[in-house]
């Protein structure tokens, strides 16, 4: 019976969205933005409830008659204000209905979402308990109504014994202090709204809190249209000692209320009581979902080089999102086709999404949406990040050799200037092709940061018998034009908070200077440590970069490393293998990003030493190659090419 319901309000769900989808597009599908669209309007209802607040009595003889002025004497703002509160606090009861309705239809309510579920369940009640609250403010007839029913209601439990109702039975019963108690209520259960919506969206990574601006200001317009179509108005002062017959109901907040004086109040309290404990429990109520015995799989993502952990049941795209992954997307409800990705190995359940986003054909080819695919095994796939999709296409240079310094014996420092006006977009980290007269190419990673893209600075070192290393040594000079390919490469610092280990050997600096200068210049502030390992003291043929750096940025440290010192280097510092200084430095790795740039073999030496002292596969990146196939795989051409 529940997968029929299921069935049947998926059907109902997906044709209207898709309706929607061609109405507003589906980036400003209102379906897609339930939950922002609720917190859009509680900052509605509390703007406007403030201002009504400054200006309303809260004492019984006066509320009535200060409501009044506002809505008629200064219409023109806070009659305004009134209606669109009350609009306001109409659309949170209908957009929440819709966002839990929408959860229960595609089943994201059971396994680790039952802490959403629980607290949207606890919001609703919250947000009834506050609005019937707000109704008595006015202390109009419907106020009346809402009061003498409320505490008939409450009066059915035992610990009440009918003592609320007798003070509604004479008018002079009904005083001030009944008013500031009650505009004590309504000012503390927003604040208490405002924090269980906190607490609700905590588990969902990269909740956004806030609509689209289009979507904001739609929603805001409707409401002051509304409000000048039909402005909310009293219904006549409260008379306690005259009964009320006849009213104009908010169905939204108080549908339950003429069946106080329908049915027996047992029953309408087994009703509440039961629809609130059938909805807390609703997520472990059978039938429990099929699929994988393991609680938690693991996905390994590319070109990213991470692998993440997914909880039973829980998206791709949420389980990356939820391990530091930048992964595009947009719409989160397969809707869009923003987060299409291809599965390489493992099982997946590919979810419910539009028709037309993701052909028979892709999905054939392996590809899903990670917004809606839950992974049922350990899977591997593959996606063309954001940064890709903004990258301009490779394209070919010519440029004209501008400057040329030998750093040392074997790295010869070579600046490359675009023609006037030209510049070439890049990420710090990334490489670009020197392309030789026969076509062959030589792979170079950029020195120089982006912020200078038009001169490029590569560090070239010198390899014996290398055919272009040969010639940059013996036979370039300035004025030489060199043509080139570029940007290439992934090798980028990821989107994150964790600190950054930076293992760079020989001419691996040059990668990390571009990454490093790039990160002050966007004021990257966290913790960077660069540990340049080297055989003589005379290798480190920029030393006084690193240290400048150290000296200039208080996240920033630098440690040289010398593996091979002779008695006559007179050297103070670390000495050994670079990677030895790491792991007595650092006692556990987790937590770290690693990037090593350097030869294949320095990474394929560290990285199994680094991960056994706690750095996690999925934090390991490097220039080279990697070595475990599940997890990483070619990023470019090892940085000591054949020359």
Not at 144 to 171: C, H, Y
Request: one cysteine or more; glycine letters at 8%.
């Amino acid at each position: 019976m529940l997968k029929l319901i299921h069935k049947t309000m998926q059907w109902f769900f997906m044709r209207v969205e898709g309706v929607f989808n061609i109405a507003f597009g589906d980036k400003l599908n209102p379906l897609y933005h339930l939950g922002t669209i609720t917190f859009w309007q509680f900052w509605l209802v509390s703007v406007s409830g403030l201002y009504l607040f400054i200006f309303a009595d809260t004492g019984v003889n006066d509320a009535y008659a200060s409501v009044e002025a506002l809505t008629h004497e200064q219409w023109w703002l806070g009659g305004i204000m009134r209606s669109v509160h009350r609009y306001a606090s109409d659309g949170m009861i209908i957009t929440m209905m819709l966002h839990m309705a929408r959860h229960f239809a595609f089943d994201k309510y059971r396994g680790f979402r039952w802490f959403s579920w629980i607290t949207g369940v606890i919001l609703i009640w919250l947000m009834y308990i506050t609005g019937i609250n707000g109704f008595m403010l006015v202390w109009d007839k419907l106020a009346q109504f809402v009061t003498v029913a409320s505490a008939e209601l409450l009066d059915w439990i035992p610990i009440f014994k009918g003592a609320l109702i007798r003070n509604f039975i004479f008018e002079g019963r009904v005083n001030d202090r009944l008013f500031t108690l009650l505009a004590f209520i309504h000012l503390g259960a927003p604040l208490v709204v405002l924090m269980v919506m906190w607490i609700h969206v905590q588990r969902v990574p990269r909740a956004h809190i806030n609509p689209p601006k289009v979507i904001a200001i739609w929603v805001t317009l409707t409401f002051i249209v509304l409000s000048l179509i039909r402005p909310v108005v009293s219904q006549g002062p409260a008379n306690l000692s005259v009964e009320v017959v006849q009213l104009d109901l908010d169905w939204f907040y108080l549908p339950i209320y003429p069946l106080i004086y329908e049915w027996p109040l047992a029953k309408l309290w087994a009703l509440l009581v039961g629809a609130t404990l059938f909805l807390y429990l609703l997520p472990w109520l059978p039938p429990k979902r099929r699929g994988s015995h393991k609680a938690i799989v693991d996905i390994n993502v590319h070109p990213d080089n991470r692998t993440v952990h997914a909880r039973f049941g829980e998206t791709i795209l949420d389980a990356g999102l939820r391990g530091e992954i930048n992964l595009p997307y947009e719409c989160r409800n397969g809707g869009c086709g923003m987060c299409k990705c291809t599965v390489l190995h493992g099982e997946v359940d590919p979810g419910i999404y539009q028709p037309g986003i993701l052909s028979a054909e892709e999905r054939a080819q392996g590809k899903v949406l990670m917004c809606c695919a839950s992974p049922l095994s350990d899977i591997e796939i593959e996606y063309e990040p954001q940064a890709a999709l903004a990258r301009p296409p490779v394209r070919e240079y010519v440029g004209t050799v501008d400057k040329m310094e030998k750093l040392t014996h074997d790295v010869m420092g070579v600046t490359i200037r675009l023609p006037h006006g030209e510049k070439i977009s890049f990420a710090a980290g990334q490489y670009i092709n020197i392309v030789l007269e026969d076509g062959q190419r030589r792979a170079f990673s950029f020195a120089s940061a982006p912020h200078d893209a038009e001169h490029i600075e590569l560090q070239i070192r010198l390899v014996p018998g290398g055919r272009f290393t040969t010639h940059v040594f013996e036979k370039m000079k300035v004025g030489d034009a060199i043509r080139f390919e570029g940007p290439l490469g992934d090798f980028v610092l990821r989107e994150s908070s964790r600190p950054i280990v930076f293992v760079a050997g020989a001419t691996g600096f040059a990668p990390v200077k571009s990454m490093v200068e790039d990160a002050f210049h966007r004021g990257l502030k966290r913790p960077i440590h660069l540990y340049w390992g080297v055989r003589r003291p005379e290798d480190f043929y920029l030393k006084h970069l690193p240290e400048q750096w150290q000296r200039e940025h208080e996240n920033f440290r630098f440690i040289p490393v010398l593996s091979e010192p002779e008695a006559g280097d007179a050297w103070s510092g670390r000495t050994g293998l670079v990677h030895e200084a790491i792991l007595q430095d650092f006692p556990s790795l987790t937590g770290n990003e690693i990037y090593a740039c350097g030869s294949a073999r320095m990474v394929e030496a560290i990285f199994p030493k680094l991960k056994d002292q706690g750095a996690e596969e999925g934090m390991c990146f490097s220039d080279a190659f990697t070595l475990s196939a599940r997890s990483m795989v070619l990023q470019v051409p090892a940085e000591e090419p054949k020359g």
